[in-house]
């Protein structure tokens, strides 16, 4: 596989399910992203972790937990959700090497969750 | 708050027309700008970035940058239907507090009529 793959590509949950979406990027990137894209928003940034240690967490709710047990798979383990989880969720990476022309993201196809 | 702004569209033209696509950034001393587009159910994928002032070329892509106005533009030379998409504009700040923070745009909805 090339790139970046997420899995699965469609999930529906109940409120009181536990489900994990996956990521994997096989671009030998140091740095991976959680992004959630809701209608009529912006893409909102939920996670990045730089060399596997998480660095940025954009106050999101504790029951979205990421993991990132090494540099080419990240998880988000979901818990308990809402209906207004539902969105469409996108795994990032990029190499992180400083400087201001670098960090271009490359994104997963995304995990369409929808929440019953 | 850092913000980009983007015309949602939809912005129409007819094919093999010139289509320009416009952002607009609030944080001067932003550094890099990415253009994404994003079909319809799909995830973004780059089109082209640019760190300098001026015109960037790449096919039938081309970027503007005018860091004084703070704006970035997109043109796409004889537009096809295929292009038609979601373009997304994506700013980064040179000190945004974290290096890997994108600033995104809500995107510009393009239809190429054949």
């Known amino acids: 596989e090339t790139g970046v793959t997420q899995t699965p590509r469609h999930l529906v949950m109940g409120m009181t399910n536990k489900k994990s979406l996956k990521c994997e990027q096989h671009?030998?990137?140091?740095?991976m992203y959680w992004y959630k894209q809701s209608a009529k928003k912006p893409l909102e940034l939920m996670f990045v972790?730089?060399?596997?240690?998480?660095?940025e967490n954009n106050s999101v709710p504790s029951r979205f937990s990421p993991e990132c047990p090494n540099s080419s798979h990240l998880f988000l383990h979901l818990h308990t959700l809402q209906p207004e989880d539902s969105a469409l969720y996108l795994c990032?990476?990029?190499?992180?090497?400083?400087?201001?022309?670098?960090?271009?993201?490359?994104f997963g196809p995304g995990t369409r969750l929808t929440v019953l | 708050q850092k913000e980009v702004e983007q015309n949602s569209g939809p912005l129409s033209v007819p094919e093999g027309a010139i289509a320009s696509l416009n952002c607009t950034y609030s944080?001067?001393?932003?550094?890099?700008f990415f253009w994404y587009r994003q079909y319809s159910g799909k995830s973004p994928e780059l089109i082209m970035s640019?760190?300098s002032n001026g015109d960037k070329e790449d096919g039938r892509f081309t970027a503007q940058l005018n860091k004084a106005s703070q704006y970035v533009s997109l043109l796409i030379r004889d537009s096809q239907p295929s292009d038609s998409a979601t373009y997304l504009c994506?700013?980064?700040?040179?000190?945004?507090?974290?290096?890997?923070?994108?600033?995104w745009g809500l995107g510009t909805s393009l239809a190429v009529n054949p």
């Open positions: 944080d001067r001393g932003s550094q890099s």
């Open positions: 671009l030998g990137h140091n740095a």
């Open positions: 994506a700013v980064k700040a040179l000190n945004a507090g974290n290096n890997r923070k994108l600033i």
């Open positions: 990032a990476s990029s190499q992180e090497v400083g400087g201001p022309s670098t960090d271009t993201q490359y």
């Open positions: 640019i760190y």
């Open positions: 972790y730089s060399l596997e240690e998480r660095v």
